[in-house]
């Protein structure tokens, strides 16, 4: 009787360990911070699962979800048609695209830069050496020094294909590990420049965009971003083997609800819905 009462204490123990659903959600570092409100605020609700984020960069959480190590995807930028070739030979399926945001790719500068607006063209030969002084563009008699992302971010690949249209970056720029990183370096160098998500841009300056040389300056905020007049937004999207289903599929459909756009304006990013 002893030992019956020992194993059924040793079996509900491991029902109670396991009972909390666990959802792996890996990738872009511009939604870590987006992923992680989401992923609090649903578990506040919901204290039967368990959702952990990490990031490393789009093309990492791509990765993870090819080899099976991630559910869930973050993507600054879409799966490129080799990567949906390998989930199709692994799993016989294209993977599912979920829009869940949409962003003001932004170029940011130090306070201190009397610099207030670019033009695309400048901001592209800014970021393949071409233009290398800030006077070249209004500003002071100085060198620019450029930041960016590594080339596993989907900031990087959305930047390289859309703003400099498909051009090698500088050899000069300074590649950093996350978005905070180029933030935290602009905020330090008066002379520096950057690229990453709207959301980040706390204690420097947004470049106003301008599609032409003569045509009007936007910065990237909500209304300009939807309006389509700021030139550089971008969909952020969650990426999924197949189908969701059952805890995954509740937390997606969460996520899409005005309570889970909510959370997206809260952040610094603009809702799809």
């Known amino acids: 009787m002893k030992t019956v009462m020992i194993i059924l204490t040793a079996m509900l123990f491991s029902t109670a360990l396991f009972a909390a659903s666990d959802i792996t959600v890996k990738g872009s570092d511009t939604m870590v911070i987006l992923a992680q409100r989401w992923a609090e605020f649903y578990m506040e609700q919901n204290s039967d699962i368990t959702i952990q984020v990490t990031g490393g960069g789009s093309g990492v959480g791509i ?4 080899n099976g190590t991630t559910d869930i995807c973050n993507a600054s930028r879409p799966m490129k048609p080799s990567e949906r070739d390998k989930l199709k030979q692994r799993y016989n399926s294209l993977g599912v695209e979920i829009k869940v945001a949409k962003d003001g790719l932004s170029v940011y500068l130090n306070d201190a830069n009397p610099v207030a607006e670019l033009s695309l063209d400048q901001v592209k030969q800014i970021y393949t050496g071409k233009i290398t002084n800030w006077k070249q563009v209004g500003g002071n008699d100085a060198k620019i020094i450029v930041y960016g992302r590594e080339n596993s971010s989907g900031t990087y690949v959305y930047f390289k294909d859309n703003v400099l249209g498909g051009a090698d970056f500088t050899s000069t720029m300074q590649s950093m590990p996350g978005t905070a990183a180029v933030v935290n370096t602009v905020i330090k160098d008066k002379n520096a420049i950057g690229f990453g998500g709207a959301a980040y841009a ?72």
């Open 63 to 66: 990765s993870a979800l090819i």
């Open 202 to 273: 706390v204690g420097i300056k947004y470049a106003k965009i301008k599609k032409t040389a003569d045509s009007p300056a936007y910065e990237p905020t909500e209304e300009n971003v939807k309006s389509g007049d700021y030139p550089i937004s971008r969909f952020l999207y969650l990426y999924t083997r197949s189908k969701p289903t059952g805890d995954m599929k509740k937390y997606i459909d969460w996520i899409l609800s005005a309570e889970g756009q909510a959370v997206v304006s809260k952040v610094g990013y603009f809702p799809v819905r």
